[in-house]
């Protein structure tokens, strides 16, 4: 299995420019969760879906952040727009917590850099 | 309400010494309780997990970590350290209500000197 697979690794980008980082989940996994993990605040959930359907998005810290996931292979993170203290490794994770498998499955993070 | 508490934000060992990483949660249900590591510059990767079935639970690389209800504890240890083990530790929780969802510990960073 390739595991959870996140895009872009890296992003730069300027103050006041539109965001999309993107996640594929493992394959059979109905949960996904989207993180945001800074020094200062340690690692935040920011929302969490399962079978597709927003659950929980207490965690997104502004009307600036989406995200949705248009099927159960993708989903994607927006900030619009976006300020340097978005700044912040965002991982993407996800389960099956269906089967009793509830442990998360953690992608690589995608290193988002506002300038 | 569910909550992860970890008791040392650093600790620091020599090599070929035991590790003790210390972790106390509160849940209003049974909870299934995770250690994860986070070596520099990468994602989380599970070490082990309780579910409700052995209180002593072992995961990789040589780490084990006991559940107990009483203390309401669940700490990660390791007989002797190595240098490969630096990193940065979560104790999670993960309590059943209508919806799972996993509660992250603040981390505990772990140093190793040779």
């Known amino acids: 299995d390739a595991g959870v697979i996140q895009s872009p690794r890296h992003e730069v980008t300027e103050m006041g420019q539109e965001v999309t980082l993107r996640c594929k989940p493992i394959?059979?996994?109905?949960?996904l969760f989207w993180y945001r993990q800074t020094m200062m605040r340690g690692l935040e959930l920011l929302i969490y879906?399962?079978?597709?359907?927003?659950?929980?998005d207490s965690g997104m810290p502004e009307d600036r952040f989406s995200a949705k996931m248009p099927n159960a292979s993708f989903s994607t993170l927006k900030i619009q727009p976006s300020e340097p203290r978005d700044s912040a490794v965002y991982f993407c994770?996800?389960?099956?917590?269906?089967?009793?498998?509830?442990?998360?499955?953690f992608g690589p993070g995608t290193r988002l850099t506002v300038t | 309400a569910q909550s992860v508490t970890q008791l040392d934000s650093h600790v620091s060992v020599s090599e070929g010494t035991p590790v003790l990483l210390r972790c106390n949660y509160s849940s209003s249900y049974s909870p299934s309780l995770f250690w994860y590591v986070q070596h520099p510059n990468k994602g989380l990767q599970l070490l082990l997990k309780y579910t409700s079935a052995a209180t002593l639970v072992k995961g990789i690389n040589g780490f084990e970590a006991e559940f107990k209800k009483s203390e309401t504890s669940f700490h990660l240890t390791k007989p002797s350290a190595h240098m490969s083990d630096a990193a940065e530790y979560f104790c999670v929780v993960l309590s059943k209500t209508s919806y799972d969802k996993v509660i992250f510990g603040p981390g505990t960073s772990l140093s190793v000197i040779p």
């Open positions: 879906f399962n079978n597709n359907v927003p659950i929980d």
């Open positions: 394959s059979g996994h109905n949960s």
């Open positions: 994770a996800s389960s099956f917590p269906g089967q009793g498998v509830y442990e998360q499955y």
